[in-house]
């Protein structure tokens, strides 16, 4: 069984940063893939983001490439999201998700969820 708490979403205008964080319970996390996902109201659960566990390889939505970047510190079992040049359209609750391999974009096919955090990015 492993925990997710996300942390470090709120508020920011448009064009400005945030940095979320993802702290995981288990003692197998750097074997983990460890991806972030959002949803926005009234909208599908959407994935941003993967990075691997055995490889560190990521992967990234086309509307967060060159803004976004995802990364880990499996000393400290936390995956982060650096997110950079934020727009509106970024604004929804952001969701750390694991499995013990990488499961693609669908947010269904992974076993374990975070709580979510609120981005709300003002125009």
């Known amino acids: 069984q492993v925990q997710l708490v996300e942390s470090g979403g709120g508020l920011v205008q448009a064009g400005g940063s945030l940095r979320l964080s993802c702290v995981a319970s288990g003692r197998t996390f750097s074997m983990y893939a460890m991806a972030w996902f959002r949803q926005a109201p009234d909208k599908e659960r959407e994935f941003v983001t993967a990075i691997l566990g055995s490889s560190g390889s990521t992967y990234y939505a086309d509307s967060v490439k060159g803004r976004f970047s995802i990364s880990r510190d499996n000393a400290k079992n936390t995956v982060y999201l650096q997110m950079n040049s934020l727009k509106p359209e970024d604004t929804a609750v952001y969701y750390c998700?694991?499995?013990?391999?990488?499961?693609?974009?669908?947010?269904?096919?992974?076993?374990?969820w975070g709580q979510g955090t609120q981005v709300t990015v003002s125009s």
């Open positions: 998700a694991a499995d013990s391999i990488y499961k693609g974009t669908a947010a269904q096919q992974y076993r374990y």
